[in-house]
T-cell receptor, first 113, second 114 residues
Framework: GAGVSQSPRYKVAKRGRDVALRCDSI?????LYWYRQTLGQGSEVLTY????????KSGRPSGRFSAERPERSVSTLKIQRTEQGDSAVYLC???????????FGPGTRLTVT | AQSVTQLDSHVSVSEGTPVLLRCNYS??????LFWYVQHPNKGLQLLLK??????LVKGINGFEAEFKKSETSFHLTKPSAHMSDAAEYFC????????????FGTGTRLKVLA
């Protein structure tokens, strides 16, 4: 069956530009999560949302990150004014709802030059 | 606070020999622990999970892990490595709090030599 998908798989952005990363979750899953995976530093959760309401912004490193839910099974992570430190793999995950098991997408590798 | 440490960033084994990927965790209460595998250009795939039932957990593809509370460890093992096992492996602890965040280790890249 269809799993979690992410697009684009690779993104190169110039420092200072805005980027948007897309996640298509598994149909029927209510909760979507965004993680940032940095080489040698593990992963941290950036934000998660349930249904169409964004919740728990405490994981965001700064106000430059936001997640929107244009459709029930779609989430878009927006990074404003990208910095070189934002270079990482961004993973999206979805679950039936909290606190059920999370299913992960393949990730988007963002490189900020 | 919860955290997870993967002790080896790279492990190389010969095909047919045992695999041991080490993971230690710290948790203020009983954690849920997972091992995920990520092949190049693929998403994270769940290998196995521990959720306070049996301490020896069997997963897919012949992998298993043992939860040892006294050692705060959850090492991943496989008796005989296959070339297709070459990938990156992540040990993950799940926080049992309101947000149920997954906390990842830094990953161990497994190389299997012919």
């Amino acid at each position: 069956g269809a799993g979690v998908s992410q697009s684009p798989r690779y993104k190169v952005a110039k420092r200072g530009r805005d980027v948007a990363l897309r996640c298509d979750s598994i149909s029927g899953h209510v909760t979507l999560y965004w993680y940032r995976q940095t080489l040698g530093q593990g992963s941290e959760v950036l934000t998660y949302s349930q249904s169409d309401a964004q919740r728990d912004k405490s994981g965001r490193p700064s106000g430059r990150f936001s997640a929107e839910r244009p459709e029930r099974s779609v989430s878009t992570l927006k990074i404003q004014r990208t910095e070189q430190g934002d270079s990482a793999v961004y993973l999206c995950a979805s679950s039936l709802r909290l606190p059920y098991e999370q299913y992960f997408g393949p990730g988007t590798r963002l490189t900020v030059t | 606070a919860q955290s997870v440490t993967q002790l080896d960033s790279h492990v190389s084994v010969s095909e047919g020999t045992p695999v041991l990927l080490r993971c230690n965790y710290s948790s203020s209460y009983s954690p849920s622990l997972f091992w995920y595998v990520q092949h190049p250009n693929k998403g994270l795939q769940l290998l196995l999970k521990y959720t306070s039932a049996a301490t020896l957990v069997k997963g897919i593809n012949g992998f298993e892990a043992e939860f040892k509370k006294s050692e705060t460890s959850f090492h991943l093992t496989k008796p005989s490595a296959h070339m297709s096992d070459a990938a990156e492996y992540f040990c993950v602890v799940r926080r049992r709090e309101r947000t149920y965040k997954y906390i990842f280790g830094t990953g161990t890249r497994l190389k299997v030599l012919a």
